[in-house]
């Protein structure tokens, strides 16, 4: 299994920010996938997941109340819609994809919110 994500990029604070991920490979029809993030000097954290069926969980309010996560048509796309980011949500956002009690972790993709 391979995970391709892209979007990242450099934003204002205040700005938005759309994140992507394809999976390839032995995909199953129940399956679980996940955004993590990274930010300098700490450890990786969970940021949202959704799953086969639609139903998201996000890791706090602030993130609920910010961040989209979404499949795609194609349903092993998933989506990070991020709006109002501040500057504490730059970070390297990873995906990933849990499945039969394996996980695989996409290359990441560098967010960096700053004026």
């Known amino acids: 299994v391979q995970l391709q994500a892209s979007g990242g990029g450099l934003v204002q604070p205040g700005g938005s920010l759309r994140l992507s991920c394809s999976a390839s490979g032995l995909i199953f029809s129940s399956n679980l996938m996940e955004w993590h993030r990274q930010a300098p000097g700490k450890q990786r954290e969970f940021v949202a997941q959704?799953?086969?069926?639609?139903?998201?969980?996000y890791a706090d309010s602030s993130v609920k109340d910010r961040f989209t996560i979404s499949r795609g048509n194609a349903k092993n796309t998933v989506s990070l819609e991020m709006n109002s980011l501040k500057p504490e949500d730059t970070a390297v956002y990873y995906c990933?994809?849990?499945?039969?009690?394996?996980?695989?972790w996409g290359q990441g993709t560098l967010v960096t919110v700053s004026s």
């Open positions: 959704i799953l086969n069926n639609g139903a998201p969980r």
């Open positions: 990933s994809l849990f499945q039969r009690g394996d996980r695989y």
